[in-house]
């Protein structure tokens, strides 16, 4: 019997054109996507309606046609890593183990973003990897590295990394990690997510910022989510993305938010009402377990402000 991936190839699968194939979206440029087949082929396939729209991380079901391909059917996800503003739903890609959201020594990162993308993460049920690059750049990764203070105290914990200076002592962590899992690499800007690329796919030569910059050719030096595979087996994919700035959660209720904040949700069930904001109430878990200038506590101050402030935001766009 063919194999599934090579039967679209030849006239008769093309000709029937009722033959259905597996595939694996490696990457998408606005409406149509990369699929990679079983064997490892890939081709460019288009959505057959609106329904089929598919992301970086799906399985699809797809038919031939010419060279190209239709996207036929997108299987059930087991989960969808994405961003919600005012305007629009950004996805980043489906059915992932782990999101590694990397940050770095500079440029210096925003905590609400880091907060943000862990609670985006949480909600979907995906297990967030923390870790700090550029421990090279002594003083500006020891500032980052108090900052996180908070984040190295939660279960997940942060990575220190120097991907570009020391990357081969870093490589053997990272695979323990990420070995026969589906990781997503987010993070802002410059934080070295094609560099991490670079050094764990073999033979990948990603573009990272010396070389745009020498170029000249914008801000974000990564343009589109794609994913490579680290080993030739095919089981372990790392998936390189754009950095971000902004990270909408306006698809999670306020009500939620605790939940989703581990350290704040630890405490919870210490409130007086069910129904507690953790905003005002008397007798409430979350605000006796606050830092405070003179009280030392589980939560600190920069968490439970990031939590107030999202949580009226959340508030205000829910009508
Ligand atoms: N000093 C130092 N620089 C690093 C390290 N890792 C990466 N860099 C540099 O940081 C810059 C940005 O790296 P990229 O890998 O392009 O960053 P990116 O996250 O892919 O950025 P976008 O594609 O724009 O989102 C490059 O000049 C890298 O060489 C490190 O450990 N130390
Ligand atoms: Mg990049
Ligand atoms: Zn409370």
Same mark, same amino acid.
């Given at each position: 019997m063919a194999k599934p991936g090579r039967a679209a190839f030849t006239p008769a699968a093309h000709n029937s054109g009722k033959a259905h194939h597996d595939g694996l979206v490696v990457a998408s440029h606005g409406r149509h996507c990369l699929v990679e087949t079983p064997t490892g082929e890939r081709l460019i396939c288009h959505p057959r309606g609106k329904k089929s729209q598919a992301v970086v991380g799906d399985r699809v079901r797809w038919q031939a046609t010419e060279d190209e391909g239709t996207i036929e059917e997108v299987l059930p996800r087991r989960n969808l890593f994405y961003r919600q503003d005012e305007i629009r739903t950004k996805s980043f890609a489906a059915n992932l183990d782990h999101v590694l959201i990397l940050i770095a020594a500079e440029p210096e990162f925003s905590e609400h973003q880091l907060a943000r993308a862990l609670i985006a993460a949480e909600a979907e049920r995906i297990t967030?990897?923390?870790? @700090?690059? /550029?421990?090279?750049?002594?003083?500006?990764?020891?500032?980052?590295?108090?900052?996180?203070?908070?984040?190295?105290?939660m279960h997940h914990g942060v990575l220190p990394l120097s991907l570009k200076a020391s990357g081969e002592a870093d490589?053997?962590? @990272?695979? /323990?990690?990420?070995?026969g899992k589906s990781t997503l690499v987010l993070g802002p800007s410059g934080s070295g997510k094609s560099t991490l690329t670079n050094l764990l796919v073999p033979g990948a030569t990603v573009l990272t910022q010396e070389i745009s910059q020498a170029l000249n050719s914008g801000k974000h030096t990564t343009t589109s989510t794609t994913w490579y595979w680290i080993d030739e087996a095919r089981t372990t994919g790392l998936i390189d993305s754009?950095?971000?700035?902004?990270?909408?959660?306006n698809h999670i209720e306020p009500m939620q938010l605790a939940g989703l904040m581990s350290d704040i949700a630890e405490h919870t069930g210490d409130c007086k009402f069910y129904n507690c904001t953790h905003l005002h109430e008397p007798g409430c878990g979350v605000i006796s377990n606050v830092e405070t200038p003179t009280h030392a506590g589980p939560i600190s101050a920069s968490r439970y402000r990031i939590y107030g402030e999202l949580f009226a935001e959340l508030s205000q766009t829910r009508y």
């Open positions: 967030p990897i923390i870790a @700090l690059n /550029k421990s090279d750049l002594v003083e500006p990764f020891e500032r980052a590295w108090a900052k996180l203070a908070p984040y190295r105290r490589y053997a962590s @990272l695979m /323990k990690l990420l070995s754009p950095g971000f700035q902004e990270f909408g959660l």
